[in-house]
Structure formats: structure tokens, C-alpha cells
């Protein structure tokens, strides 16, 4: 393998994209920091979201192999590293091969089990929605297994490392799956879907504040990320498309990354 193959493969890992994993292990924290809870293991939480930050690197070029022929035709996808630099096959393989193995023998044998077991469950999930023949991201059912279901994993992923997966309410969880749904439909342009999930999600977004389940501040650290970059996402659609994308998926994966990353640090340490 030459050094230029193995940049690809670690290009197409998307490393800044490892914000969605801190995002929603900083509201599960949340819960530790209002809740006045004592955390005992700073270094296992850590070692747990690099983890899953590296098993969501090799789906994510799970997702870039399967998806060579589309991203092939869509103007936007054609920098991603797999069109930009062709790689064989046997090695992209390889690479996952590697990763996979690595990652989840380091769960099995220094983290709980059943971390391992929401981790297995991100696999699976993320295989059936991306590989042939089962291929869940071009049927109906793509808006239930995509965003929706990845959002409540990774919440969960971090809850149980505290000791507790329902340390974060059901019913903040549901908001999750919601909200995830939600921004998949309106990527899709599904308008009439997306505003029937987001009522939903309002009525029970009431609820976890009235129930004090969810506070103000929790609240804008679950979505201030989406919020922030859907303002040069609205923009695009009026001015350079380009330049405010490039900007929405700054503001999205790198400036929220090092900021939740902080706030991480502040909590568990």
C-alpha cells in the first residue's frame, strides 16, 4: 500500500465528522454535570468515544464504497476521497477489516458489555443501511435507520458508560430519534414528512421542559450545532451555494467539535 492510497482511506474516515459522536456524548455528560453525579472513570469515557468516533471512521467509508456509482453523478459528492483518488477494492477491504477487528476487540476486553453491544448495534444498523442487497437508504424505511437511529446509539453509547443508560429520559431520547428524522427528511426536501416529525418533536420537546426532563441549556447543546449551521444552509439557497455549504459544514464539524470536546474535558475532569 503507498502513502497515497493510505491518505485516502484515512480521508475517507472523515475525521471532523466526529462531532456527531461528542455532540451527543456532552448532552449525555449533561445529565452528570445538573444531576451533581461523581464521574469515576474520565479515562474510560474518553476511551470509549474514541472508540466510537473510529468505528463511525470505517462506516463512514463503508458508506463511500457502496456508494460509488451515486456519489459519481452528484456535483457535491464528487471530493469524496473514493472519486477523487481511486483505491482497489481488496485494499478499502483491508482497511475495514482492520479497524472493525481492532476496535471491537478493545471494547470486549477493557469496556462494558454493553457498550460493546450499542456499538455492535451501530454496525449493524449502519450495514443494512448501506450495503447491497438489503440497502435500507433507498426504501421507505431509510428516514427510521439513518440519522434517527445513529443519534439515539450514540447517546446511548456514552450513557451507559456512566453507568446508567437511562441516566438520559426516554423521553429525550424519542426527541433524539425525532430531531434525527427530522434533518433527514429536510435534507431530503421531504417538506411534508419532515414538518409532521417536527410537530411531533415540538409536542414532545414540551414535554421534557415542562417535566423538567430537559432543560434550556441541554436543549441548545443537543441542536446549537444545527441550528448554528442551517443559518448558511438557509443562506445557500439565496447566495453562493457553495461558500456558505463550505461554511455550514465548518461551523457543523470543526468549530462545534473543539468547543463540545471543552466542555467535555470540563465536566469529566
Request: with cysteine; net charge positive; glycine share 6%.
Amino acid at each position: 500500500m503507498n502513502n497515497n492510497i493510505f491518505l485516502t482511506l484515512l480521508k475517507s474516515t472523515r475525521v471532523s465528522w466526529a462531532s456527531k459522536n461528542v455532540n451527543m456524548f456532552l448532552l449525555a455528560l449533561t445529565y452528570v454535570y445538573f444531576y451533581n453525579i461523581s464521574i469515576n472513570n474520565p479515562m474510560e469515557i474518553l476511551g470509549g468515544l474514541v472508540l466510537v468516533s473510529v468505528l463511525w471512521g470505517a462506516l463512514y467509508t463503508l458508506n463511500d464504497l457502496t456508494d460509488l456509482d451515486v456519489d459519481r453523478r452528484d456535483r457535491y459528492k464528487r471530493n469524496r476521497a473514493f472519486i477523487k483518488n481511486k483505491v482497489p477494492v481488496r485494499w478499502i477491504i483491508l482497511f475495514l477489516a482492520i479497524i472493525l477487528t481492532t476496535v471491537f476487540t478493545l471494547s470486549l476486553a477493557f469496556f462494558p458489555p454493553a457498550f460493546t453491544f450499542i456499538m455492535g448495534l451501530m454496525f449493524l444498523n449502519q450495514f443494512l443501511y448501506t450495503v447491497p442487497p438489503i440497502r435500507l437508504k433507498e426504501t421507505a424505511l431509510a428516514p427510521f435507520f439513518s440519522t434517527a437511529t445513529n443519534s439515539v446509539l450514540r447517546l446511548a453509547s456514552c450513557a451507559v458508560l456512566i453507568g446508567d443508560v437511562f441516566i438520559v429520559p426516554l423521553s429525550v431520547y424519542i426527541f433524539m430519534y425525532l430531531a434525527g428524522m427530522g434533518t433527514y427528511l429536510m435534507y431530503k426536501s421531504n417538506t411534508r414528512d419532515a414538518s409532521l416529525v417536527g410537530i411531533l418533536g415540538g409536542g414532545v420537546f414540551l414535554f421534557i421542559i415542562y417535566s423538567g426532563e430537559m432543560n434550556i441549556i441541554q436543549f441548545l447543546v443537543a441542536l446549537a450545532p444545527s441550528i448554528v449551521a442551517g443559518i448558511p444552509l438557509y443562506l445557500s439557497l439565496f447566495t453562493n451555494k457553495d461558500g456558505m455549504l463550505k461554511l455550514a459544514d465548518i461551523l457543523y464539524h470543526q468549530v462545534a467539535l473543539v468547543f463540545f470536546l471543552l466542555c467535555i474535558l470540563v465536566i469529566i475532569f
